[in-house]
RNA sequence: GCCACCCUAGCUCAGUCGGUAGAGCAACUGAUUCGUAAUCAGUAGGUCGCCGGUUCGAAUCCGGCGGGUGGCUCCA
C-alpha cells in the first residue's frame, strides 16, 4: 500500500497510508475532539475525506470561525430535512449561511406558521439527538438531475442545469439527500445550540418577476451558551434602536395622517438636528464650501434635462399640473438647481473648484416595504454639495472628500464602516448612461484617489448612479444593517446635458466635471446612526437636555430657581424639576431622560450657595458654586469638542 | 410593491370558548417635605387602527383598506 506525506498544522510530517480518512487520521493523532472538518491544502472537506496525496492538512474545529459557519449550513440542512418530513411535497431550493445564522428557502403554497416553526425545532432536535451520520456522495451530473426529478425537486434540478461540473456532491443524512457542495459537519448530534428566528417571502433567484419562496431564518452555534449571548445581544441591540430610543426620549414621530416616511421631528430632536447642522456647515464653510439655498419644487423640464426623469422616474412623485401648462415636481435631488447656480455667471478656470453646499430637503418616492424610522424616510434633508471643477482636480478633489468623511466618523466615534465602489453593471443598459469611455475614465479617477488615500474598498457592480460611479461609505446599525452614509459621486454626465463650461488659459469654452458628494448622509440617518451610536447617551455637547436642576424638597425651590435662571441665560439647554417628589425620584427620571447633569439643590446648597451636580451614570461630584459647575460643564464641552471634533484623538 | 406577523388608554401590555374593556407606568388632585434610580391615596383617560360582513350580540370570527415590524425586491 502506498504512503502518503501529510505536513500538519504544528508543522510536523507525518505518514499515512494512502486512502487513510481524515477524520481517521484526527483520531490517531488525539487531536481536539471539536474538530468537525479539515482543509487539504486550504480545500475544506469532511472528516471523512480520503486521503490520496502529499498534503499539507488544517483542522477546523467547531469553534473557529470556520467551524462555526460549517455548522450553520449543516444546521440549515438540518432543517431542510426537518420540514421536508414533516410537510411532504414541500420543494428545497436554496440554503446558505448568513452572518450569525443561516437561511433556507422553501416552495410550499401555504406559508409557514409559527406554531410550525415550533413543530420544525423540535423536528430538528429530535434528528439531532438521533445523530444521523453525513454522508456525502458524488454522483455524475446527469444522475443526480435524474435523482431530483424523481423526487419532484424542480428548482435543485434547475440548479444542477446550471452546474458546469459533470461531477456533483450530495449529502445524505437518514433518508434524506440535498445537492450541496458541502462540507458538513460528520453527524447531526454536533448541533446542539440552535433557535429558529422569523419567516419571510423571498423571491426565488432573487427575482421579484419569479415565484415567491417561503424562506426561514435561523441560527446556529457551538455552544447553548454562545446562543444565549447571541439572544442577549439581539435583546441589547432592540434597545438601542433609533426608532424606540427616538419615542422613549422624544426626539421625533411619525404620524399615520401626515404619511408614513415623513418624519415630524420634536423639540429635542430638533436641537440635536440645529446643532448638527451648524457642526457640518461650519466645517464645510472652513473647506471652502459655499452654502446655497435652493426650493424644493421644479418644473418637470429641469428633471428631463437632467436624465433624471428618464433614470429616476419611480423614485419621484409625479407632478402637479396648473391649468394644463405648467408642471412643477418636488425635487428628488438638488443637483440640477446647483447647476443652474453654476450656469448663472460665466465661470473662468480661477474660479474651479466650485464648491456649492446646501442642506436641501428632497422628497423621493420609496416602496412602502423599505421605511423605516428616520433611516429610509420619503422626505428627508441632505447634506449635499456639488464640486464644479476641472478634469486635472478631480482627483485632489476626491481625496479632500475622503480626508473630510474620515474626519467626521472620527469625531463622532464611527468605527463599525467600509468604503465600496460602486461601479455600473455594464448589461443593464436601461438602469445607466450608455457612455463606456466616460465610465471607465471616472473609475479610474475613482481608483487612483482611493489608493492616494490608503483605502481599502469592495466593488459593487450594479450600485452606480445612473450617471457614474461612486465611492459610497457603509455604517452598520445596531441590528447590524448595513447603510450607506457618505457617497462620492463623480459626474461627466450632468456638464455635458447641461453644457456647462468655464474659459480655459487659453481662452477656450472647457466642460467641467462634477463631484456629487454627501458626508453626514441626510438629516434623518445621521441621527438615526447617532441615536443607536450612543444609545440614546448623546454627548454634552449634543444633549438636547444638558442639565436638569432638582430641588431635595419645596423649601429649596427660590434658590433652585435662581440656579436654574443662571444656567439658562448662559445659554445651556436646563430644565427644573421642582415637583413634590422624593430626590430619588427625580434622579431616575433624569437617569432615564439621558440627561448628562442632574443638579442637585438642598439645604446644604441653599446654605452654601453652591450646587451638588451628578454625572448621568450616577457619579456625584462635590459640591460647588455655580460658577464652578459652568466652569466644568464648558470644560467637558471643550473636551469634547476637542477630542471628537479636531479628531486628536481621545 | 411582494410574503408573514402585528395594531386594545400618552407608553408597555392583559383580555380564556363571541356576552359591549383591565393592569402598571405617565398625567391630574390631595396628603407627605422625604439627599442621589420609583412615598401613599384618589381622579381622569379607550367608537379596542378604519370600513364592511356573519351573529340576538364582535376587541374576539370573516373580508377589504390603512399603519407598523421582520424579510424579499429596490436603494439616487
Given at each position: 500500500m502506498k504512503s502518503i506525506h501529510v505536513k500538519l498544522p504544528d508543522g510536523k510530517v507525518t505518514e499515512v497510508a494512502s486512502g487513510a480518512k481524515v477524520g481517521e487520521l484526527a483520531a490517531s493523532l488525539g487531536v481536539n475532539s471539536n474538530v468537525i472538518a479539515a482543509k487539504i491544502d486550504g480545500t475544506q472537506v469532511d472528516l471523512e475525506r480520503a486521503l490520496s496525496r502529499d498534503c499539507t492538512l488544517d483542522w477546523i474545529p467547531l469553534d473557529s470561525s470556520e467551524g462555526v459557519d460549517i455548522l450553520r449550513h449543516s444546521t440549515a440542512h438540518l432543517m431542510a430535512q426537518a420540514v421536508q418530513s414533516l410537510f411532504p411535497g414541500t420543494q428545497v431550493t436554496i440554503g446558505p449561511t448568513i452572518e450569525d445564522g443561516f437561511y433556507y428557502d422553501f416552495k410550499r403554497d401555504a406559508s409557514f406558521t409559527p406554531e410550525e416553526?415550533?413543530?420544525?425545532?423540535?423536528?430538528?432536535?429530535?434528528?439531532?439527538?438521533?445523530?444521523?451520520?453525513?454522508?456525502?456522495?458524488?454522483?455524475?451530473?446527469?444522475?443526480?438531475?435524474?435523482?431530483?426529478?424523481?423526487?419532484?425537486?424542480e428548482y435543485k434540478v434547475a440548479i444542477l442545469e446550471e452546474i458546469p461540473d459533470e461531477t456533483v456532491s450530495l449529502y445524505r443524512q437518514g433518508d434524506w439527500v440535498d445537492l450541496c457542495r458541502g462540507p458538513h459537519v460528520p453527524s447531526t448530534g454536533v448541533i446542539r445550540a440552535f433557535k429558529l428566528i422569523s419567516v419571510a417571502g423571498a423571491y426565488w433567484r432573487g427575482d421579484e418577476r419569479n415565484e415567491m419562496l417561503q424562506r426561514i431564518y435561523g441560527t446556529s452555534w457551538p455552544t447553548e451558551e454562545a446562543l444565549r449571548e447571541y439572544l442577549r445581544l439581539l435583546e441589547e441591540a432592540k434597545k438601542r434602536d433609533h426608532r424606540r430610543l427616538g419615542k422613549e426620549l422624544g426626539l421625533f414621530m411619525v404620524s399615520d395622517t401626515i404619511g408614513p416616511g415623513l418624519p415630524l421631528w420634536l423639540p429635542k430632536g430638533a436641537i440635536v438636528r440645529s446643532i448638527l447642522e451648524r457642526y457640518i456647515v461650519d466645517l464645510e464653510r472652513s473647506l471652502g464650501y459655499e452654502h446655497v439655498y435652493t426650493p424644493q419644487l421644479a418644473r418637470v423640464e429641469l428633471y428631463q434635462r437632467s436624465g433624471h426623469w428618464d433614470h429616476f422616474k419611480d423614485n419621484m412623485y409625479p407632478p402637479m399640473v396648473f391649468e394644463d401648462k405648467e408642471e412643477l415636481v418636488l425635487r428628488p435631488m438638488n443637483c440640477p438647481h446647483h447647476v443652474m447656480i453654476y450656469q448663472h455667471?460665466?465661470?473662468?478656470?480661477?474660479?474651479?473648484?466650485?464648491?456649492?453646499?446646501?442642506?436641501?430637503?428632497?422628497?423621493?418616492?420609496?416602496?412602502?416595504?423599505?421605511?423605516?424610522?428616520?433611516?429610509?424616510?420619503?422626505?428627508?434633508?441632505?447634506?449635499?454639495?456639488?464640486?464644479?471643477?476641472?478634469?486635472?482636480?478631480?482627483?485632489?478633489?476626491?481625496?479632500?472628500?475622503?480626508?473630510?468623511?474620515?474626519?467626521?466618523?472620527?469625531?463622532f466615534g464611527f468605527t463599525d464602516f467600509w468604503y465600496r465602489l460602486s461601479l455600473r453593471d455594464a448589461k443593464d443598459k436601461g438602469k445607466f448612461v450608455d457612455n463606456d469611455a466616460m465610465w471607465d475614465n471616472a473609475e479610474r479617477c475613482l481608483r487612483q484617489a482611493l489608493a492616494e488615500v490608503g483605502i481599502q474598498y469592495k466593488e459593487a457592480e450594479?450600485?452606480?448612479?445612473?450617471?457614474?460611479?461612486?465611492?459610497?461609505?457603509?455604517?452598520?446599525?445596531?441590528?447590524?444593517?448595513?447603510?450607506?452614509?457618505?457617497?462620492?459621486?463623480l459626474d461627466f454626465y450632468l456638464p455635458e446635458r447641461f453644457g456647462l463650461e468655464y474659459v480655459a488659459k487659453d481662452g477656450q469654452r472647457r466642460r467641467p466635471v462634477m463631484i456629487h458628494r454627501g458626508v453626514i448622509s441626510t438629516m434623518e440617518r445621521m441621527m438615526a446612526f447617532l441615536i443607536e451610536h450612543y444609545a440614546g447617551n448623546f454627548p454634552l455637547w449634543l444633549s438636547p437636555v444638558q442639565i436638569k436642576v432638582m430641588t431635595v424638597t419645596d423649601q429649596q425651590k427660590d434658590y433652585?430657581?435662581?440656579?436654574?435662571?443662571?444656567?439658562?441665560?448662559?445659554?445651556?439647554?436646563?430644565?427644573?424639576?421642582?415637583?413634590?417628589?422624593?430626590?430619588?425620584?427625580?434622579?431616575?427620571?433624569?437617569?432615564?431622560?439621558?440627561i448628562p447633569y442632574a443638579v442637585v439643590i438642598g439645604d446644604r446648597e441653599v446654605k452654601d450657595q453652591t450646587v451638588s451636580p451628578r454625572r448621568r451614570g450616577g457619579e456625584t461630584l462635590k459640591a460647588m458654586a455655580v460658577e464652578d459647575f459652568v466652569q466644568t460643564l464648558k470644560s467637558e464641552v471643550a473636551r469634547e469638542l476637542g477630542n471628537e471634533l479636531s479628531g486628536s484623538g481621545g
Open positions: 416553526l415550533q413543530k420544525i425545532e423540535d423536528r430538528m432536535r429530535e434528528l439531532a439527538r438521533s445523530n444521523l451520520k453525513v454522508i456525502r456522495e458524488e454522483m455524475p451530473r446527469q444522475k443526480a438531475i435524474q435523482l431530483f426529478r424523481k423526487l419532484g425537486e455667471e460665466l465661470r473662468s478656470y480661477r474660479d474651479l473648484p466650485l464648491r456649492l453646499a446646501e442642506l436641501g430637503t428632497m422628497y423621493r418616492y420609496e416602496r412602502s416595504g423599505v421605511l423605516s424610522g428616520l433611516s429610509r424616510v420619503r422626505a428627508m434633508t441632505l447634506n449635499d454639495a456639488h464640486i464644479f471643477c476641472l478634469p486635472e482636480q478631480i482627483q485632489s478633489e476626491t481625496v479632500s472628500v475622503l480626508r473630510l468623511i474620515e474626519r467626521v466618523y472620527r469625531d450594479g450600485e452606480a448612479a445612473y450617471y457614474g460611479p461612486k465611492i459610497d461609505v457603509q455604517l452598520r446599525d445596531v441590528l447590524g444593517h448595513s447603510e450607506t452614509l457618505s457617497t462620492v459621486q433652585g430657581q435662581k440656579v436654574f435662571d443662571k444656567l439658562k441665560v448662559g445659554g445651556w439647554r436646563v430644565e427644573f424639576d421642582d415637583r413634590n417628589e422624593k430626590l430619588s425620584y427625580k434622579i431616575r427620571a433624569a437617569q432615564l431622560a439621558k
